[in-house]
């Protein structure tokens, strides 16, 4: 499997980092989760572009995870394909409709599906794009799931918090992932929540059940801008895993 960072920045632009998505691709599939602000500019600056994307699969419903929708399913259009499937949780379809009914010219340009998925563990997963896809209730502001991604046959799996506080059960849906990417919104001396810090993500981490491979952290606020090696020995003074910072445009492939 591979795993690209089309963004890893936040609500609030700082001009370095696009606001969420992420692009996997297996030997047969592609699947985008989340869609934020320039995230559609990261995925054309692949190889696979959005014309190679035909199944958009959300996290949850916050701005950030879901304002280039719209111009993902024009570009698909308008590049002469005629798919998309958007998936997500619990009020995906009244998001979708809604985006639409300010935009009503789209109606009707691409054949769309809109499916809405339950929680559901990694031994009954879901079928998105050609994974498997396990999904979990994070704890954030807004109703929020991870998605344990498998790909038949591949290495992995991967895992991705989505918006989450730091908490052991998430760590352990985790278990066993080859790559874990986790919310790391701000370092410590800001007090948030809805979000891990550093010595909150490592302390959970270290007190979780779960065997992980490599661990990124992603949705980073401007607050993180030249604190990142101070935020990374504070997680690595609870917990002595592999974690790196994500980055726009990194690209991990993950064999066995």
């Not at 698909?76 to 958007?86: D, K, P």
């Not at 352990?172 to 919310?183: K, R, T």
């Amino acid at each position: 499997m591979r795993l690209t960072f089309l963004g890893t920045g936040s609500a609030m632009p700082t001009g370095e980092r696009f606001q969420t998505g992420l692009l996997l691709e297996s030997k047969t599939s592609t699947l985008m989760v989340d869609c934020g602000s320039g995230a559609l500019h990261g995925l054309a600056r692949t190889p696979t572009g959005y014309e190679g994307v035909d199944t958009l699969l959300l996290t949850h419903h916050h701005i950030d995870h879901v304002s280039d929708v719209l111009p993902l399913m024009k570009a698909r259009w308008l590049a002469g394909e005629e798919t998309l499937t958007i998936a997500g949780p619990a009020g995906t379809r009244d998001l979708v409709e809604g985006l639409l009914d300010v935009h009503d010219y789209m109606h009707e340009r691409i054949d769309l599906t809109v499916r809405e998925l339950d929680p559901t563990p990694a031994s009954d997963p879901h079928d998105v794009a050609g994974f498997d896809v396990a999904a979990m209730e994070t704890r954030h502001s807004m109703y929020c799931l991870a998605y344990r991604f498998e790909a038949p046959a591949e290495a992995g799996p991967i895992t991705f918090s989505g918006d989450s506080e730091a908490f052991e059960e998430l760590v352990e849906f985790a278990d066993g992932s080859a790559v874990f990417v986790h919310d790391c919104s701000f370092p410590d001396e800001v007090d948030v929540s809805n979000h891990p810090t550093p010595a909150s993500l490592g302390k959970t981490l270290a007190g979780a059940d779960a065997d992980l491979g490599r661990i990124y952290l992603t949705h980073l606020y401007p607050h993180t801008d030249g604190k990142h090696e101070e935020m990374l020995q504070s997680l690595g003074s609870h917990y002595d895993g592999d974690v790196r910072m994500a980055r726009d445009g990194l690209t991990l492939d993950i064999s066995d």
